[in-house]
């Protein structure tokens, strides 16, 4: 079984120590991030990531589906790294909590990151390329949006989002944990796909080419950047093709979340995906 702690001083150093686990740099420093949707927390248990603390607060746990889920994670095996359990007062747990209204549950996990190289790619690959998207919820509604889709990965170039932010954790409704994600510069992910044979599709609103009418079947890589910059002259110059959606209203775009969910089923539907 799981080591248990109990804290209840707002002064405790763990307690600073989570705290920071709030802020990008703590988290890069560290290699750690806080997980604290019980249904992320669920779904990175489903994905077998591993964890390294579960916090909890027993005054918070109201919903019953929690607690099984509490218990589940004090079943787990011990492992070279212990897992650890804390147990926390009320104010304690809301000083951690990210969300305004903690459910009463949060997990410390490690980051892992892949290459390039581990991405598993089948014959019809469907694949997203972020460059330069900040807002992390519409990083996360991109994630979700791909392991809807069943793509291949998601990968990130430029000055993106953390991809460990909550908010990106909260967003993609735990869809970070099912859909691999890589982080490489544009030159690295302009490569690697061509050397996998997979065509690149690149979306700007000055494209001749209407989503709908360019050939999303076979191995595609859908490259999208954010709505206020677009993509750079190095991607747009890498792709093999642009595409536009045809705007009716008085916008020239949708925002990068909403335009990748359009042009990731219309992929799998010239693909012939079916459930």
């Not at 591993?50 to 099984?68: I, R």
């Not at 994670?73 to 104010?91: D, F, G, H, K, N």
């Amino acid at each position: 079984m799981p080591e248990l702690l109990k804290i209840t001083s707002l002064q405790n150093p763990r307690v600073k120590a989570l705290v920071k686990l709030r802020e990008r740099r703590t988290r890069d420093a560290e290699q750690l991030f806080l997980i604290e949707e019980p249904l992320v927390i669920r779904r990175a248990l489903a994905a077998g990531h591993p964890l390294q603390t579960v916090v909890y607060c027993p005054a918070l746990l109201t919903e019953s589906q929690d607690v099984v889920l509490l218990e589940e994670m004090r079943a787990l095996p011990r492992t070279t790294s212990r897992l650890e359990l804390i147990e926390v007062s009320e104010p304690v747990m809301q000083k951690i909590a990210y969300r305004e209204r903690s459910a009463g549950l949060l997990v410390v996990a490690p980051q892992l990151s892949r290459s390039l190289a581990e991405v598993q790619l089948d014959p019809d690959a469907l694949l997203v390329v972020l460059e330069n998207v900040e807002k992390p919820g519409n990083l996360g509604a991109v994630l979700r949006a791909a392991d809807g889709a069943g793509a291949a990965a998601v990968l990130l170039c430029g000055r993106g989002a953390d991809l460990f932010n909550p908010n990106v954790l909260r967003a993609s409704r735990g869809a970070l944990f099912h859909v691999p994600t890589v982080t490489a510069t544009a030159a690295e992910i302009l490569t690697w796909l061509s050397s996998q044979g997979i065509k690149t599709v690149a979306t700007t609103p000055t494209a001749d080419t209407i989503y709908s009418d360019a050939d999303l079947s076979g191995p595609v890589a859908l490259v999208l950047g954010a709505e206020n910059t677009g993509l750079s002259d190095e991607l747009l110059r890498g792709a093999d093709r642009h595409v536009r959606l045809p705007m009716h209203g008085s916008g020239d775009s949708l925002n990068v979340a909403a335009t990748a969910a359009v042009l990731l089923y219309e992929a799998i539907r010239q693909k012939g995906v079916r459930p």
